[in-house]
């Protein structure tokens, strides 16, 4: 609830008519695109609408009506090296979740351009997209990120700039974004490593004024190690992001006998810029042969991962940090599921309904997103035509007034 400080200090002219609370309280409700015009109304309008404190209060109203953003992608040669062309879709999640049949077709859209610093979505917070563009040579590969609210149309006046050497594979890198809650800020985390020499390096850049790419203390453990785009990119939650990794260096892929003692999560805080090591689940008692996966679910981090061949388990972790606050969430088969686990990828599940009823779970690199209904052990099937478009790379996104 917004000071009545806020109320008063708000004294145009429809508060003649109406009282400003239920003026502002109608205004919160609405979404950004009629916003916007709303603020060409009046100098009195504009400044409301333009308020730090009304863009809290507005977001707080439509964290209640969330989207899911995907991307696709489609790339184009050039000269020398190739570009980057993609548009974003997004799903307002209360629909989809009861009309699973909705289509990329139908759905609003943002076309990313190459040419605006934007191709690819490394994540989504409070509204604002982390964008990230990237241009390839013979030798090199140039990165450019940015900040985007799509709701608003505005761009970050300040992005980072990264150049990555290829002649020097098999070299990984891996994008992050995230918020730091003690200075309010965005930040981008790069790691990067070599997997001949296990060499890493860990950079991390704020979004504000004459920032720069700054390296940061070394992970203590290795992130697991994986080219498939999206899978343990680093997963934002309360200040920090989160990899899966292995306690020692010769142990980087899942298929060189790592045990289930050597798998862990490192997380790593924003504003104190330290690491932490949280333990998997004491339920996780095998390392199976597909990729486990960290997430979040309902604001809480969570753990998936394939057990036996047979089930595709969730956990999620109620109280981040407290490892024994650790609760399987999910166990369900996969011919429940109806999966061909001989034609298989790893799954991820994207999001949980407010009632933990239903689960969308995505395909790691497909096309194809299933929606499990737990209380009738019941799945349906969202497909998507265009083959560049993946779900498990789908992002959770609230609209917002939010500067970049």
């Keep these: 609830m917004m000071s009545s400080s806020f109320y008063d200090?708000?004294?145009?002219l429809l508060s003649?008519?109406?009282?400003?609370?239920?003026?502002?309280e109608i205004l919160v409700r609405l979404p950004v695109k009629p916003l916007m015009r709303f603020k060409c109304t009046s100098k009195s309008w504009n400044c409301l609408i333009s308020d730090p404190t009304f863009a809290i209060l507005h977001f707080n109203k439509s964290s209640q009506n969330p989207h899911l953003t995907v991307v696709w992608e489609q790339r184009f040669r050039r000269i020398i090296g190739y570009g980057v062309n993609a548009t974003m879709f997004y799903f307002p999640l209360t629909p989809f979740l009861k009309n699973p049949s909705l289509t990329v077709a139908t759905a609003p859209s943002f076309p990313l351009k190459e040419q605006d610093y934007a191709s690819w979505v490394v994540g989504s917070i409070n509204g604002i997209i982390c964008l990230r563009s990237s241009y390839f040579t013979e030798a090199d590969e140039y990165s450019w990120l940015s900040l985007w609210n799509p709701a608003t149309r505005l761009t970050s006046r300040h992005g980072a700039y990264f150049r990555a050497a290829r002649y020097e594979e098999p070299l990984i890198y891996k994008y992050a974004f995230?918020?730091?809650?003690?200075t309010r800020t965005y930040k981008a985390v790069v790691f990067c490593e070599d997997g001949e020499t296990m060499s890493r390096e860990v950079g991390i850049y704020s979004f504000h004024q004459k920032s720069r790419w700054r390296k940061i203390k070394d992970f203590p453990d290795y992130p697991i190690l994986t080219t498939r785009i999206g899978a343990n990119d680093g997963v934002y939650l309360n200040g920090t992001i989160n990899w899966l990794s292995v306690r020692n260096a010769r142990a980087l892929y899942l298929d060189v006998g790592i045990i289930v003692d050597e798998m862990v999560i490192n997380s790593l805080d924003l504003g104190s810029e330290t690491y932490k090591q949280l333990l998997l689940p004491s339920g996780f008692d095998e390392v199976p042969d597909m990729y486990p996966s960290v997430g979040v679910l309902k604001d809480c981090l969570c753990f998936s991962h394939d057990c036996k061949g047979t089930h595709f388990v969730v956990w999620v972790m109620k109280e981040f940090g407290v490892e024994v606050s650790w609760t399987q969430f999910l166990s369900i088969g996969y011919n429940d599921l109806q999966v061909d686990i001989k034609n298989f990828s790893p799954l991820v599940p994207v999001f949980v309904s407010k009632d933990d009823d239903v689960v969308v779970i995505a395909k790691l690199n497909e096309t194809q997103a299933m929606l499990y209904y737990r209380r009738d052990n019941r799945v349906e099937r969202t497909e998507i035509?265009?083959?560049s478009l993946s779900w498990n790379l789908a992002n959770y996104y609230v609209e917002s007034l939010f500067l970049p």
């Design 9 to 12: 200090s708000q004294s145009w």
């Design 16 to 24: 003649t008519v109406f009282p400003n609370e239920l003026v502002i």
């Design 178 to 182: 995230g918020y730091d809650n003690l």
């Design 385 to 387: 035509a265009e083959p």
